[in-house]
């Protein structure tokens, strides 16, 4: 293979920034020092917290390859690069959820952490102009956003994932709370999970102590985010690194 060379910038994200490279099957994700709440209303500068989640969502993404979970992740190239296989992205973010929190425990005032008995799983529609709305998926093909197929197969993919991601977060002393995902379809119209895998995207719940170690502590304003990350990545590598 010729020699990989980054192009332009696609997409600046909140998290993230999207380069072209001289292939056109693969994209140059950069992964930001920057933390965002309220669909980035509120967003600061955070040390490390782009090398962190470019090697968390590495270490996951090449673990759910290795457990038959096919994923747009490639490789890690440096602290904060990774390059990944271009889709195009479904609009939707699929939310599992194992326990309740968040807009669930609001919107049905169940207690905080409440366990659910088989997973919960929730579309929104990726619009920050509308903050991403809740979507059923009747309002889905209405809208054309997707074919029933495509939220079947998203469906099956998101099951697959929290099983696994479940049992990774389990061996850190770690319970998986709820998780977003986002796939997209490749030229070949197959649903590949894309975008990342991360503490940004994860509720994570120490077993013991119940303390959280995610993005809450940032928008909660309740912990340091940077050691709350370096505490996952931490765990994650001495799990990671014990496997066969
Ligand atoms: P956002 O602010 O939209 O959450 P991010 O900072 O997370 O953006 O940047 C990632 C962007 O790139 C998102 O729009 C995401 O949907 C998109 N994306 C993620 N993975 C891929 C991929 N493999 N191919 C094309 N686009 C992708
Ligand atoms: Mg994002």
Redesign the pocket.
């Known amino acids: 293979m010729a020699e990989l060379v980054k192009g332009a910038l696609l ?8 380069y072209a490279t001289n292939d056109p099957e693969i ?1 140059w ?1 950069e992964y ?1 020092d920057q933390a ?1 709440a309220l669909n ?1 209303k509120r967003k600061v500068a955070v040390t490390e917290k782009g090398l962190l989640n470019n090697r968390i969502a590495s270490l996951i993404f090449t673990d759910l390859k290795q457990h038959g979970i096919e994923n ?1 992740f490639i490789e890690q190239l440096s602290d904060r690069v990774q390059l ?6 479904i609009p939707l973010e699929t939310v599992v959820r194992n326990a309740a929190s968040g807009s669930f425990e609001r919107k049905f005032a169940v207690p905080h952490l409440t366990k659910f008995a088989t997973p919960v799983l929730e579309f929104f529609y ?1 619009s ?1 102009q509308l903050d991403d709305p809740f979507i059923n998926e009747s309002q889905v093909a209405a809208l054309d956003v997707a074919s029933a197929a495509v939220v079947a197969e998203m469906k099956r993919q998101a099951l697959l994932v929290n099983t696994r991601l479940q049992a990774i977060f389990k061996a850190m002393g770690i319970q998986l709370v709820d998780f977003k995902l ?1 796939f ?1 379809l490749t030229d070949q119209g197959k649903v ?1 999970l ?3 895998i991360s503490p940004d995207s994860c509720r994570l719940v120490d077993q013991q102590t119940q303390a959280s170690l995610d993005k809450d502590v940032f928008r909660k304003n309740t912990g340091d985010l940077t050691t709350v990350y370096q505490e996952v990545l931490q765990r994650l590598t001495a799990v990671e690194g014990s496997q066969a």
């Open positions: 997409y600046t994200g909140k998290a993230k920034e999207m994209l994700v930001l965002t980035g747009h990944v296989r271009r889709v195009q992205m990726k920050d986002e997209g590949l894309a975008d990342e």
